[in-house]
């Protein structure tokens, strides 16, 4: 039987996915946060497209264990969800231009998919169109945060990784095994 080894390379990946993780518990902004940019680069990263899927999602059950569950979270896991797709698309194609889009792609979907769960799940709106209009004009003041933490987030955990691969060639993997 095959012994299977833990590469240097999926450490390396998995220890910044962990970091990226821990700052959801030190004061932030609201929706200031890492999780769309570990979805993305899970994506682009993961060998098993499954581990890609649930890296965002374990690591947002146990963060969100600690600072609480609400109605709409199944909105915000599909968010998320989402944003992998989205990270799919830079498997094999990693530059600058198409990591900031996925990002702001993904930024976009997770504002149109959680405000819709807010709206349908919390009943802080009524259940009318414009209600749904409502929650997401009273959701813009918390789209900056988003785009910017996740272009910040994002381009920190790619920029590490391309760096990283730069100075130590054992990390020169295209995909990590997971």
């Not at 996915?17 to 609201?30: E, G, Y």
């Not at 969100?64 to 799919?88: E, M, N, Q, R």
């Not at 799940?121 to 900056?144: D, K, N, R, V």
Request: a positive charge; glycine letters at 10%.
């Amino acid at each position: 039987m095959k012994e299977k080894t833990i590469s240097t390379n999926f450490l390396f990946v998995a220890g910044l996915i962990v970091l990226a993780a821990a700052t959801r518990f030190i004061p932030h902004p609201p929706n200031f946060a890492p999780i769309a940019g570990v979805a993305l680069f899970g994506a682009a990263y993961f060998k098993n497209k499954w581990a890609a899927f649930v890296l965002p999602a374990v690591v947002m059950l146990v963060t969100d264990a600690v600072l609480g569950f609400h109605s709409a979270l199944p909105f915000v896991y599909l968010g998320f969800g989402l944003i992998v797709a989205i990270g799919f698309l830079l498997r094999g194609k990693i530059s600058v231009g198409r990591v900031a889009g996925a990002s702001l792609a993904g930024s976009g979907v997770f504002f149109v998919v959680s405000n819709f769960g807010v709206w349908i799940a919390t009943g802080y709106y009524p259940l009318t169109f414009e209600g749904l209009l409502t929650c997401y004009a009273m959701a813009i003041p918390f789209l900056h945060n988003t785009v910017v933490g996740d272009l910040v987030y994002t381009g920190a955990l790619f920029g590490a990784y391309e760096l990283a691969k730069a100075k130590a060639p054992q990390l020169r993997l295209q995909r990590v095994e997971s």
